[in-house]
């Protein structure tokens, strides 16, 4: 490979040999210094040779010799390599122009601010924090050596008072502005409110720490009942209004269903495969090569960016190579089946809030769907939590 | 002093003194790749060269390479590299 890289460096040719006794013409080549590279015999008196460019002027004295011998004669196929490109650059001069115009485009176009990303946001919205971040000076296309990001941290906390902490990243032409909300108990905590049920639930234990209980244990609640109120008497006997604080724990019921299929679709690989390239400039993507249907072709993509020293350019090199697949149906064994719907009933129970050690009861019912190719798993759970939600006012 | 004569004595040298017969003799070494690649080291010049079959010189000999798709890689004074689908070697 080094050797191949050196020839081309220096630049080889591809010569074709013809005649009768090339293996002598070879061997005499070899003893006056030439290296030769990828002999290839093509008819009984046609051999193909790569050599340097450099040895070639040595080949003709050795045809001169073997005057008396069988007659070889020579030509040069092809030239390749760095000398001949940059020949070539020299004739053509405005596509190397052209070439060394879009390397500067790119180191010029490197020292700007081309993407904006937000991290870490869950209640504000990314675009209320991009245009927080706008008005603080940061926006695309600005100049990455203007870029303070002292300066737009301080703005962003001034002008967004829900966020606690924020940090500007510099990542090239990529700027990560990381930020943290502030909590909304901890922001609430001081305010005058009651505490109301954010589930229906028969209450089991009841803590207040101030205001006055609005139910007793054993009473069974709905969502948005009031449960403790912040109005409560002073050591003096006066009415106060503050903030109501406490534990209401109660027995909470959820349910989810799950679903899954009797048959499971399986890919198999035909063995066809193709590529595809997309060169990417900033927002920019040039496709290379034709897009092939995601139906029957499962897709692997490697992308290669490009980087200077530590920064990052807006340039990348993707291939995606599609590999084109038959699906044929697989039969999936119903204990299996009942795990993965009771897996999904579960996920559903978990985005519902349920947390999985404090659960008390839990009931599974399985039952076959009516088309026959699936079963339906419903989850019950019991689960003992704190239902109280504060509520300022 | 003859030539096989000569050869003996080299051949007692490197074997008293335990030195690698292929120096000392100016043989060829041949290495080979698998079944796809054979180079041979120290070689005296081609002899014949085609798609089935590489016959090389050497001291000890004529070096036949028998296969397909035979094709030299790399060919200098001192070495050859015959790439393809290696079937045999022989010394004749």
Known sequence: MTQLLWLWWQGYLTVRLRGAGIERLLNRASQVGVALFRVERLTSDVVLVRMAARDFRLLRPLLREAVNGPRISVSVLDRHGLPFVLRRFRRRSFLGVGLGLAVLAVFYLANFVWFVQVFGNQALAVEAIKTAVEDAGLRMGIPRSSLDPARIERKLLESLPDLVWVQVKNRGVRVEVHVVERDEAESGEQRAGHIYAKQDGLVTELLVLQGTAQIREGDTVRKDDLLISGMYYDHQGRRQYGAARGIVKARVWYEAVGEASLVRWEPLRTGRRRSRYLLTVGPLTVPIGRSLPRENHLVTSRTWQLYLGTAMAPVSWTRLDYEEVEWETVPVPAAEAEQNAYELAWESLLAQGVDRERVLVEKRAVENLADGNGIRVTVRVEVLEDIGRFSGQ | ?92
């Open chain 2, 1 to 92: 002093m003859r030539p096989a004569v000569r050869q003996k004595l080299k051949r007692r040298f490197a074997e008293t003194l335990d030195l690698p017969p292929s120096v000392v003799l100016d043989q060829a070494v041949i290495h080979i790749f698998g079944d796809s690649e054979v180079k041979i080291v120290n070689h005296k010049g081609l002899v014949q060269y085609s798609t089935a079959c590489v016959k090389t010189r050497a001291v000890q000999g004529l070096i036949e390479v028998g296969g397909s798709e035979l094709e030299i890689a790399f060919f200098s004074a001192q070495e050859i590299k015959i790439r393809g689908r290696i079937r045999q070697v022989m010394l004749k």
